[in-house]
């Protein structure tokens, strides 16, 4: 009983916090009517968890952060929520996002955007207090800014080339993407197929595994869910890899590509301190090359627009969503009219310029230069990957010739972003410099492999900088308990 109360507490400390801050922050969309509390038995009983509002709700209305779905209630639970509700959690509401998850500020979105609730008070009893407005990241910045905030226990977030990590970087929580395949995508709403993940962020590693394991389940509703032998056969293979799970048994692998020039002092000078201070605790740490990375961003951009343009192709006007009328005395039939007008007017600009690439680099003309290019690009991202883990991709074909790589490493390590978070108005938001702040986390999209992002410890006023650790395919496990070992660090 007092253990329930506890919860019921928190529950609505979560619904106060929502209300206290959230003007300031703009994370949530909406937020669900208080139920009734779910039996204690359950693993998630009393948790608030809030959802990117990419993924389907049949409660609270689904907008992807467009004018296209802004009255949209879908009639069914995604997998995902719908695991979480079985396991007893309460779905407090629905989160903030660049339209369809295009973007990496979180300033693309008919809802405006998500401002970073970092702040210094580190004590719950210190007045909230609105500091510089600066960008939380996006995709997934109202889900990041809720955890920061302490909105909300967990947050859902998807991740299509960066959109967890990024934005878990900027506000200093703990952003999960799995193994591509491993979470069910089911009722989350498609931006690139073969990139799209559901992503889990909280403030803990403890509490971002204990919502993953929830959710990291086969579904048969999706056809890009892992087999239950892919999973059996990774997690086999990782324990194999690491029995001990102890530090000093642990090869890391610090890869050179993933320090550019643009990485700023802010960033480098803690990560270089994370990196020493593992090494100090026993774990070896390599140097290791990763030479395809620079090619990465193009081919990643090339691949996401064009599935994007396919997906949202489905925005007719008609079936649901806007409807815009053929303007009176149209020239065009009136069903290219409804098309054109509902299109014009339900998407915004970011998402309109996806749709133009990603036609193009299909058409017949560039379909050789850019779609195939791009996907030769992503096959060597992944043989790159390949060559340095100790750990086979179970994914990939074998041949008799696969041996286990001794001197492989079991993760990668790198700073999740190039800096910290930009002021908001700071980028012009169609300049290079917005599609460039996730050149540290699409490697590992393109690859499909797990990767986390952990806040490390900085002092008084700085602004958060994330660590990055990456796995091999069905790993997740692995980089999860390296990120425990990092969260510890300081
Ligand atoms: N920033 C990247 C993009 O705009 C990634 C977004 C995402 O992961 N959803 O495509």
């Known amino acids: 009983a007092n253990v329930r109360r506890l919860w019921t507490r928190q529950i609505s400390s979560w619904r106060h916090a929502i209300r206290d801050k959230d003007s300031s922050v703009n994370a949530f969309i909406c937020t669900s009517q208080p139920g009734s509390t779910s039996p204690e038995r359950l693993p998630l009983h009393g948790a608030g968890i809030a959802v990117k509002d990419m ?94 905030a302490g909105m909300c ?78 999973r059996e056969t990774a ?9 001990t799970f102890a530090l000093s048994d642990l090869r890391i692998g610090v890869p050179q590509e993933y320090f550019p020039s643009e990485l700023s002092q802010e960033v480098l000078n803690p990560v270089r301190e994370a990196i020493k201070s593992l ?13 395809c990375t620079p090619y990465a ?28 009328p053929a303007p009176p005395g149209a020239d065009l039939t009136s069903a290219a009219a409804i098309y054109t007008q509902t299109r014009a007017a339900g998407f915004g600009s970011e998402v309109q310029k996806r749709i133009l690439l990603g036609t193009y680099a299909l058409t017949a003309d560039a379909f050789d230069n850019y779609f195939l290019q791009a996907q030769r690009v992503r096959q060597l991202v992944r043989d790159d990957f390949n060559l340095v883990f100790r750990v086979p991709d179970v994914l990939s074909p074998r041949t008799p010739e696969d ?21 908001l108005g700071a980028l012009d938001a169609d300049s290079m410099a917005t599609y460039v702040q996730d050149v540290l986390t699409v490697p ?37 308990r390296v990120g425990h070992f990092l969260e510890n660090l300081q």
């Open 444 to 480: 590992a999209s393109l690859a499909g492999l797990p990767a986390i992002s952990v806040p490390l410890v900085r002092k008084g006023e700085e602004w958060p900088v994330g660590i990055s650790i990456v796995g091999q395919w069905g790993c997740d496990e692995m980089v999860l």
């Open 297 to 324: 961003l193009s081919a990643y951009y090339v691949i996401s627009s064009a599935e994007a343009s396919s997906n949202m192709a489905r925005y007719d006007g008609v079936q649901y969503g806007l409807h815009v």
């Open 153 to 230: 226990y967990a947050a859902l977030s998807t991740d299509t080339g960066g959109s967890t990590r990024l934005p878990a970087s900027y506000c200093g929580v703990v952003g999960l993407k799995p193994s591509y395949g491993l979470i069910s995508r089911w009722g989350v709403i498609s931006f690139a197929d073969s990139l799209d993940c559901v992503g889990v962020m909280a403030k803990s590693v403890a509490a971002t595994k204990r919502v993953f394991n929830i959710l990291n389940a086969r579904d048969t509703k999706d056809p890009t869910s892992a087999s239950l032998s892919a």
């Open 403 to 423: 041996r286990p790589n001794d001197q492989g490493v079991h993760v990668l390590i790198h700073p999740s972003a190039i800096g910290t978070a930009p002021p």
């Open 55 to 148: 993924i389907c709700t049949s409660d609270m209305a689904t907008t992807s952060s467009s004018a296209m779905l802004k009255d949209f209630t879908p009639p069914f639970d995604a997998t995902v929520v719908g695991l979480l509700r079985e396991a007893g959690a309460d779905i407090v509401g629905k989160l903030n996002c660049d339209e369809f998850g295009m973007g990496s500020l979180n300033i693309h979105s008919v809802h405006g955007p998500v401002v970073n609730p970092f702040q210094t008070a580190s004590s719950s009893s210190t007045p909230w207090v609105e500091r510089e407005r600066r960008s939380a990241g996006g995709s997934s910045g109202g889900s990041a800014a809720a955890v920061a």
């Open 235 to 243: 997690s086999k293979q990782a324990t194999q890899a690491w029995p």
């Open 279 to 291: 090494r100090c605790r026993g774990a070896t740490v390599v140097p290791v090359s990763l030479p």
